[in-house]
C-alpha cells in the first residue's frame, strides 16, 4: 500500500494547498483605499497599449471631480451634492436610496503609464480615463567578445 502513496507527494500537495490559502487573503493587487460617504463603482482594464479605468459617478457635475497621478497610484475624488430646495424643507423621506457626499478612490495601475498622456472624458455619468502605457525601456546589449 505504501507504494501508492508517495511520501514526497503528500508533502508537494500540502505546499500547494497551503499557498493557495495564503494567495485567499492577499488583496488583489489593485485598490489601495476607499474613503468618503459614498463609493462609486469602477472598473479598470488593461489593453496592449493603455490602461484604462471608469468610474459610475451620476449626478456629479465634472468640476467637482479631481483626477490625479502620482507613479503608479490614480485617485480620483469628488463630491456629489444633494440639492435641496426652500420649498422642501418640510418634506418627508419614506424611502432614501441615492447617496450623498465627498467619495477618494485610489487604485495602484497594473502598468506604469506615461502621466504627460492621460486623458480623461465624462459623458453620461461615466468618468473614463485613459492611460497610454509608458514605453518599456529595453536594456543594451552588449557582446561577448573572445580574447
Same mark, same amino acid.
Given at each position: 500500500?505504501? $507504494?501508492?502513496?508517495?511520501?514526497? +507527494?503528500?508533502?508537494?500537495?500540502?505546499? &500547494?494547498?497551503?499557498?493557495?490559502?495564503?494567495?485567499?487573503? &492577499?488583496?488583489?493587487?489593485? *485598490?489601495?483605499?476607499?474613503?468618503?460617504?459614498?463609493?462609486?463603482?469602477? *472598473?479598470?482594464?488593461?489593453?496592449?497599449?493603455?490602461?484604462?479605468?471608469?468610474?459610475?459617478?451620476?449626478?456629479?457635475?465634472? !468640476?467637482?471631480?479631481?483626477?490625479?497621478? *502620482? +507613479?503608479?497610484?490614480?485617485?480620483?475624488?469628488?463630491?456629489? !451634492?444633494? $440639492?435641496?430646495?426652500?420649498?422642501?424643507?418640510? *418634506?418627508?423621506?419614506?424611502?432614501?436610496?441615492?447617496?450623498? +457626499?465627498?467619495?477618494?478612490?485610489?487604485?495602484?495601475?497594473?502598468?506604469?503609464?506615461?502621466? !504627460?498622456?492621460? !486623458?480623461?472624458?465624462?459623458?453620461? +455619468?461615466?468618468?473614463?480615463?485613459?492611460?497610454?502605457?509608458?514605453?518599456?525601456?529595453?536594456?543594451?546589449?552588449?557582446?561577448?567578445?573572445?580574447?
Amino acid at each position: 500500500m505504501r $507504494a501508492l502513496v508517495p511520501e514526497r +507527494g503528500l508533502a508537494g500537495i500540502r505546499r &500547494e494547498v497551503d499557498r493557495l490559502f495564503e494567495r485567499l487573503w &492577499e488583496p488583489d493587487g489593485l *485598490e489601495v483605499t476607499m474613503a468618503g460617504d459614498w463609493i462609486p463603482k469602477l *472598473e479598470v482594464s488593461e489593453a496592449k497599449d493603455a490602461v484604462t479605468a471608469r468610474v459610475e459617478v451620476p449626478g456629479i457635475e465634472p !468640476k467637482d471631480i479631481q483626477v490625479a497621478l *502620482e +507613479g503608479q497610484l490614480l485617485t480620483i475624488k469628488g463630491e456629489k !451634492k444633494q $440639492a435641496q430646495e426652500e420649498k422642501d424643507r418640510d *418634506e418627508r423621506y419614506y424611502r432614501m436610496e441615492r447617496a450623498y +457626499g465627498a467619495f477618494a478612490r485610489t487604485i495602484r495601475l497594473p502598468a506604469p503609464v506615461d502621466p !504627460k498622456k492621460v !486623458k480623461a472624458t465624462f459623458k453620461n +455619468g461615466v468618468l473614463t480615463v485613459t492611460m497610454p502605457k509608458a514605453p518599456v525601456e529595453s536594456g543594451n546589449l552588449i557582446p561577448v567578445t573572445i580574447e
